[in-house]
């Protein structure tokens, strides 16, 4: 049973090999790396040292790691309708996310993507920014004053 795991372990890693990205243990992968610490200091390290798009595996599920912008605008709005959402973790994040823009897809996604867009174009954030920096100005404040209670 065991060696059945790291063979399919091997022949799902070789659908991917051409993806840069670092050295993962059979059927657990990247797990043992992202429970030292804080996981995003290791995907911090894995994007500094592999690059924009790189591959890690949660136990035996591979995943594409987009950080470089250029991808992520090929991506998320270039070529949204040839990348499929990852089902496996909304079935563990769903009841958190919802069934909003972030997990959403297909016509609900554009639909959605259309009602917020133009909140989020840089008109509309000139509107906002004064509300921001004062907020920001008032938790720097805050912070400098000495420990929070």
């Not at 709005?77 to 919802?98: C, E, H, M, T």
Request: net charge positive; glycine share 10%.
């Amino acid at each position: 049973l065991v060696l059945g795991l790291v063979a399919l372990d091997f022949v799902r890693k070789r659908k991917t090999a051409s993806i840069p990205g670092p050295w993962g243990l059979p059927l657990v992968g990247h797990v043992p790396w992202l429970l030292q610490g804080a996981p995003w200091a290791a995907f911090t390290r894995w994007a500094q040292r592999y690059g924009g798009v790189y591959l890690t595996c949660v136990w035996d599920k591979p995943f594409i790691v987009v950080t470089s912008p250029g991808a992520l605008k090929h991506v998320m709005r270039d070529n949204v309708a040839n990348y499929r959402k990852d089902p496996w973790s909304y079935k563990i994040f769903g009841r958190l996310l919802g069934d909003g823009l972030v997990s959403a897809e297909g016509a609900q996604w554009r639909k959605q993507k259309a009602r917020i867009g133009p909140l989020f174009h840089h008109n509309a954030l000139g509107y906002v920014m004064p509300i921001f920096t004062r907020s920001c100005d008032r938790l720097t404040e805050r912070w400098e004053s000495g420990p929070m209670r």
